[in-house]
């Protein structure tokens, strides 16, 4: 059966098939969304909770404990992590990926409301939940500055116009605020002016309470009209607050007004955090918007949307708000989508340039040209049917697939060329050579798809990343086979000539000349090869335990960030450090990072960060181009270390930011280590030791830990006789202790676009040392104020600023960074391996986020490679109904791995994932070389040949075909391995693999597997020949030609 028959006699029917692939093949393209990877992100959902004046033990407690244990219920739940701090608890929830993120939020509100009964009745709000996606990062940074506004003013336009106005914007997923300086009238009392008129700091919250109100005020009906009655008595400013009287003397007349015993002032709800933006050397305070888009959304189009929405926004704000783009992710995107497309331009080239090398005919070489484009379109139809987006793994999938999508084509190109010169006429030969090759092809194509299969099935996060890169590299190579049988031989019956006696050019002849010599070479090693055939087999069996052996030593990683350009630093001061001496701590590294060269623009928040923490805060570093910087961002995190170190009393943890994050939070650096026991006492006395320990360990940087529980704190113990006695309440303590020094919300005040909180608190000077306590007043059940310290004592301690749990179990986790090219898989080892030579068996350990899921991958990639080669097996069985000649085929194997495994050592390089994914592709690659000569060889056993001669004319007839589609893989992956564009490192292990897998396997796997074939095809005759001695003849060894009627005939 000839399946390119009917293509070849129907020429208009064929080139309307292509036609219309081109057609729906460019309008799939240009619907298809723009991103920078695929959409990867898994069900994960933060809780977060607030009780103003709670200290970390009380919110872990109160609030984290019952809402964790109603969370726990909840079917799919992976992960669960929480925060406890001064005044406020976040839990975040991470939910297998089959979940539907909707659905878990049904099931987290559900499980909020069965806690609420459980909660702290005095909680302003109920506890709040947001769908996030740990994986995506913002696309874009928005900075508002003024020179003369109040800040509040500032974050109001933020907040309430941009950020509202943004949020619409189709594709947009959320609004971020760093630095929120939303509006409050703070309230700060005075408390000896306080006690000097007898009132108390509960009587002055519900004067105020009192005072602000906004309620319902009815409707006049009258007998023709209906009047709303309106009767505002809110208070807006803080000028509207300072003249309430607070105290009247009827006696007297004398009245107390608020100025009088408190500061009222316009502020913000959290003075205790401020953001800075840095550009050009100098820094501001500022507003900064985080702007995160939608799963699947197209990064370029939102981003494009958000800029036409820009100058309307900012003729809407004063001239005196300035807002500036500190950061578009769209950039970098569009960069690095441009550099694959030129890299994807250059493997066209290459591979055009290796066609013509060998065929030296325009006209022959026009044939795969016109192929290679017609199956990358055809493959954008399948991503737009997929939901795929064009990002840096599709892009890579199609820069790689023309290596591969051309050899099919060239395998039909150069058998017809061959029948032509053979002197056929070009209809009758292409026909021929079809018939003779089409079998070869199918095998080539299923076999190479069969590499993906395992791929397209890998679960967790790193089949998602995958999977995209693996369908869309199959259909390529799919639609590569199609058209191959398709157009190819249709083309060929069209436009080759025998140019044979026709009067060639220098080059021409040069080439010619070139290929005879090397055939005559290749010959005379082959025959060497074939009368030394067990010295090539002790070489094959050494090749594969030196295959194993690199594998099993080679330094491992996990996803590479590259020269991502972007830096995050998360600063941690002393425990206890005042917001002031944190700012100028702070501002010491800003200003290290203002005179690097390497960077555009920065931004730096201090206090309450995304890390939580008060004794620190986080930076953010946007780097310059990568031409337009003399580093790398790995050198400028190394220049930047010793130089922040140098500033005493602050540490800076920076790391290179990854591509995704797969932690579900912000850590202070990429990989974790967590430590959970319900033995706090012994958790926290081995937690610093351990991490003592992995400081010493080679390969590991910036270790530390989330444990912090060495803050100053005050306890005032109640004296609880003298309180009975004098009538005070531990309640009433609480609660004035709360109103002093928690700032506590007292009222709300509502706007029409936003509501703003009422605060009060102790004024900043009576705050500053524990004396200060005595001062304040606690009002008794019969009315009077009776001193602080006349019913209490205070002692001073430590305690936690922050409490983790993993689960339900306290925890500690200790983050570290691997240094440059160490050995991710030698460094979990020896963290393990530490960790159980320091810890006691009542502590718990496992790793986290990045670590966790290399852990999981390297098992998983093991298991892969395993199962690719098993699948390759299946289809080349079924295919030659053979279990013998799918060995023969893959004998190749072992020597494209040692050539990948040496190359990426080589170079300096470690099997990090784009590797991996290379050494699965030369699985898939080098077996093409074994089937063209198998397949040869087969037909020459049914022609009555023997093995050594069968496999010898194989090996000269396919030698040509061999070298060139061997040359335009390897030419095609070239770009990539060379590094061509920006951020070109992280994809440069891939290209190293395929290129040394394939050389090195190229020259040895032409004398090799003819070998193999010799001794397999012996060994299968002697078991014919034992078997026919035991019963009926059976038919001849090997697979006959497609249109033998013994087509079932083989082993």
Same mark, same amino acid.
């Given at each position: 059966m000839n399946i390119s028959a009917l293509f070849i006699r129907r020429p208009v029917a064929t080139t309307l098939m292509m036609a219309s692939?081109?057609? =729906?093949?460019?309008? /799939?393209?240009?619907?298809? &969304?723009v991103s920078d990877l695929p959409d990867v992100g898994f069900p994960t959902i933060v809780v977060s909770a607030s009780l103003p004046g709670a200290n970390p033990d009380t919110m872990a407690s109160s609030v984290a404990t019952p809402l964790e244990k109603q969370f726990t219920q909840i079917a799919g739940l992976q992960a669960m992590t929480s925060q406890s701090s001064q005044g406020s608890t976040s839990i975040t929830l991470t939910f297998?990926?089959?979940?539907?993120i909707n659905n878990c939020a049904q099931d987290v509100q559900a499980a909020i409301s069965q806690?609420?009964?459980?909660? &702290?009745h005095n909680m302003p709000n109920p506890p709040t939940y947001r769908k996030v996606n740990p994986a995506e990062q913002a696309i874009l940074l928005l900075v508002l500055e003024s020179k003369t506004l109040p800040m509040y003013t500032v974050d109001d336009y933020a907040e309430n116009l941009l950020g509202d106005s943004i949020s619409e914007v189709d594709g947009v997923a959320q609004v971020n605020v760093y630095g929120a300086q939303t509006y409050a009238v703070r309230i700060e009392v005075n408390p000896k002016a306080l006690a000097a008129r007898g009132i108390g700091v509960d009587q002055l919250m519900q004067t105020i309470q009192a005072a602000n109100v906004d309620q319902p005020t009815g409707t006049l009906w009258g007998v023709h009209k209906a009047y709303q009655v309106y009767s505002n008595g809110q208070l807006t400013t803080a000028a509207a607050y300072r003249p309430l009287i607070v105290q009247y003397n009827k006696a007297t007349g004398a009245v107390v007004r608020l100025d009088q015993v408190a500061h009222v002032i316009n502020s913000v709800v959290d003075d205790k955090m401020e953001a800075w933006y840095y550009a050009h050397g100098k820094g501001s305070r500022a507003v900064i918007l985080a702007i995160q888009k939608q799963p699947a959304a197209n990064t370029i189009q939102v981003v494009d949307d958000i800029e036409k929405l820009l100058p309307k926004l900012r003729a809407s704000i004063p001239a005196s708000v300035t807002l500036t783009t500190m950061y578009d992710k769209s950039l970098d995107i569009r960069a690095g989508v441009a550099d694959v497309k030129l890299t994807l331009g250059l493997a066209l080239i290459l591979v055009t340039l290796v066609i013509f090398g060998f065929l030296k005919s325009i006209r022959a070489t026009m044939i795969p040209v016109v192929a290679m484009p017609l199956a990358i379109v055809g493959t954008f139809t399948v991503m737009y049917e997929m939901h795929f987006t064009i990002d840096y793994f599709s892009l890579l999938a199609i820069t790689l697939a023309v290596g591969f999508i051309v050899d099919?084509?060239?395998?039909?190109?150069?058998?017809?060329y061959r029948h032509i010169e053979m002197g056929e006429p070009p209809m009758q030969a292409t026909l021929n050579a079809s018939r003779e090759i089409g079998f070869t092809i199918i095998s080539m194509t299923l076999s190479l798809v069969a590499v993906f299969i395992p791929i397209i099935f890998l679960g967790g996060i790193i089949g998602r990343l995958l999977n995209e890169f693996a369908i869309t590299l199959a259909a390529a190579i799919l639609f590569s086979g199609a058209i191959s049988l398709t157009l190819t031989p249709m083309l060929c019956s069209r436009i080759l000539r025998d140019e044979r006696h026709r009067r060639h050019n220098l080059l021409y002849r =040069?080439?010619?000349?070139l290929f005879d010599r090397s055939l005559k070479i290749y010959l005379w090693l082959l025959r060497g090869m074939l009368k030394?055939?067990?010295l090539v087999a002790i070489l094959a069996i050494a090749t594969l335990w030196l295959t194993l052996h690199l594998l099993a030593t080679i330094p491992e990683g996990f996803i590479p960030a590259g020269d991502s350009g972007h830096i995050l630093v998360a600063t941690q001061a002393a425990e206890g450090i005042s917001f002031g001496s944190l700012v100028k701590h702070q501002q010491a590294l800003a200003k290290m990072v203002g005179n690097n060269p390497n960077v555009e623009n920065f931004m730096s928040l201090a206090g309450g960060g995304p890390f939580g923490a008060t004794n620190g805060g986080d930076m953010f570093f946007h780097l310059k181009p990568a031409g337009d910087r003399p580093l790398t961002t790995d050198q400028v995190i190394s220049e930047l270390r010793p130089e922040f170190a140098r500033v005493v009393g602050i540490k800076a943890f920076l790391q290179n930011i990854p591509p995704i994050n797969v932690n579900g939070k912000l850590t202070k650096a990429e990989y974790q280590f967590t430590l959970m026991s319900p033995d706090t006492a012994a958790l926290y006395k081995y937690a610093p030791m351990l991490t003592d320990q992995l400081r010493k360990l080679p390969g590991l940087e910036e270790v530390n830990n989330d444990l912090l529980i060495k803050t100053p704190q005050v306890n005032i113990v109640p004296d609880d006789n003298r309180a009975q006695i004098l009538g005070v309440s531990h309640q009433a303590i609480e609660d004035a202790l709360g109103l002093a020094y928690g700032q506590e919300q007292i009222s709300t005040i509502y706007d029409p676009q936003a509501q703003y909180e009422v605060i009060m608190e102790a004024e900043a000077k009576y705050q500053r040392n524990p004396e200060d306590l005595s001062l304040l007043y606690v009002t008794s059940a019969t009315g009077q104020l009776v001193p602080l310290n006349a019913v209490t004592h205070v002692t001073k301690s430590v305690g936690p600023?922050?409490?983790?749990?993993?689960?339900?179990?306290?925890s500690v986790t200790i983050s570290f960074n691997v240094a440059f090219n160490y050995s991710l898989s030698k460094a979990v080892d020896e963290i393990q391996k530490t960790a159980k030579a320091t810890l006691p068996p009542q502590i718990i350990t496992q790793f986290q986020g990045a670590a966790q899921l290399f852990k999981e991958a390297v098992i998983n990639m093991g298991i892969l490679l395993l199962v690719a080669v098993v699948v390759i097996y299946i289809v080349l069985g079924i295919l030659y109904e053979?279990?013998?000649?799918?060995?023969?085929?893959?004998? /190749?194997? &072992? =020597?494209a791995g040692l050539g990948a495994l040496l190359t990426l050592m080589i170079f300096g390089n470690i099997l990090d994932l784009y590797a991996f994914v290379g050494v699965i592709m030369l699985i898939g690659l080098v077996k093409k070389n074994g089937i063209m000569m198998v397949d040869f060889a087969i037909v020459e056993r049914d022609k009555g040949a023997s093995p050594v001669d069968a496999i010898y004319r194989a090996c000269s007839v396919r030698f040509r075909p061999i070298m060139m589609t061997t040359m335009a893989a390897l030419l095609g992956t070239l770009p990539i391995a060379i590094g061509i564009g920006a951020d070109s490192e992280t994809r440069r292990p891939l290209g190293l693999a395929v290129v040394g897998g394939l050389l090195f396997s190229q020259f040895l796997t032409l004398l090799v597997t003819p070998v193999f074939y010799v001794y397999l095809e012996e060994f299968q005759t002697w078991l014919k020949s034992r078997r026919h001695r035991r019963g009926p003849p059976v038919p001849p060894a090997g697979l006959p030609n497609a249109d033998s009627p013994a087509l079932a005939a083989g082993t």
């Open positions: 692939l081109v057609i =729906f093949g460019v309008m /799939a393209y240009w619907q298809l &969304p297998a990926l089959r979940r539907n806690a609420s009964g459980q909660l &702290p099919d084509a060239v395998v039909m190109l150069e058998n017809s =040069f080439m010619e000349s030394a055939r067990l600023l922050m409490i983790n749990q993993t689960g339900i179990f306290p053979s279990f013998i000649h799918p060995i023969t085929i893959l004998t /190749a194997l &072992p =020597f």
